[in-house]
């Protein structure tokens, strides 16, 4: 059974930091794309960042210079480095892995049960 669990939520002011971690079970990703997306209640699941197989990460416009993606395909993990965090920031975030569209869509074979992110001001 494969399962994605994330972890590391949490709740935190503006302009601090958090670094949430998806560990993968069940089968390896180190060929895959995994990636990391956001959602809030009442609206659709939104792209954060993602990471291919071979290292290059891409973001949203909204995190890009604040967020870093990172993978350990030895540990068969990826990672989401939050700096600079603000209250718009707030929500539950999911990890995903193996794209079935495109990396910035949400249409993954697997996906974890979300951690949630919740930024004060």
């Known amino acids: 059974q494969v399962q994605l669990v994330e972890s590391g939520g949490g709740l935190v002011q503006a302009g601090t930091s958090l670094r949430l971690s998806c560990a993968a079970s069940?089968?390896?990703?180190?060929?895959?794309?995994m990636g990391w997306f956001r959602q809030v209640p009442g609206k659709e699941r939104v792209f954060v960042a993602a990471?291919?197989?071979?290292?290059?990460?891409y973001y949203a416009d909204s995190v890009k210079g604040r967020f870093t993606i990172s993978r350990d395909n030895a540990k068969n993990t990826v990672s989401l480095q939050m700096n600079s965090l603000k209250p718009e920031d707030t929500a539950v975030y999911y990890c995903?892995?193996?794209?079935?569209?495109?990396?910035?869509?949400?249409?993954?074979?697997?996906w974890g049960q979300g951690t949630q992110v919740t930024v004060s001001s």
């Open positions: 995903a892995a193996v794209p079935r569209v495109s990396l910035a869509t949400p249409q993954y074979d697997y």
């Open positions: 069940g089968r390896t990703f180190s060929r895959d794309s």
């Open positions: 990471v291919r197989s071979s290292g290059s990460a």
